[in-house]
């Protein structure tokens, strides 16, 4: 086997494509995976929720809706990944939940971005939203687990 090929798939070498294929191998960081999406799923749920009450019961404006509605379920992420989905890299926890933050918001301008990008390309409200949260979720994961939770 050649030296090159070698240092491209050995994790101890340093290279990126060994090191990225060992991990993925990893039954662990899918579990991390599973549940980092329970836990958005569940923000999301909280999201529309607060949002509709926001709006049709309290006459807020829907903008400000919006960023509350946000704020509360980005919360309840933090929260629950903090507690359950990364657990055992735990550190600071204000500086891991401005990190969390800043990950967050990263993430829903990327979301919004391609939300816009889908819309004018044609697609449905919905399944572009679909998508654009699919599309999101690998770098929000990723950013999360290497950055925000990072000890």
Not at 105 to 118: S, W
Request: aromatic share 12%; hydrophobic share 50%; with cysteine.
């Amino acid at each position: 086997m050649s030296a090159a090929r070698t240092n491209a798939t050995s994790p101890k070498a340093g290279g990126i494509v060994g090191a990225t294929s060992v991990r993925l191998r990893r039954s662990a960081n899918w579990w991390q995976l599973t549940k980092f999406c329970l836990v958005g799923a569940s923000g999301y749920v909280i999201n529309l929720g607060v949002y509709t009450v926001l709006v049709t019961v309290l006459d807020v404006h829907y903008l400000l809706a919006a960023a509350l509605s946000f704020l509360v379920a980005v919360s309840n992420n933090y929260l629950w990944n903090r507690q359950w989905t990364f657990r055992l890299q735990r550190g600071h926890p204000i500086f891991q939940g401005l990190r969390f933050l800043t990950v967050s918001t990263l993430a829903l301008g990327a979301n919004l971005a391609l939300l816009a990008l889908y819309i004018r390309l044609g697609l449905p409200e919905v399944a572009a939203q679909a998508i654009a949260i699919l599309t999101v979720t690998p770098f929000n994961f990723l950013a999360n687990k290497l950055w925000s939770f990072r000890r």
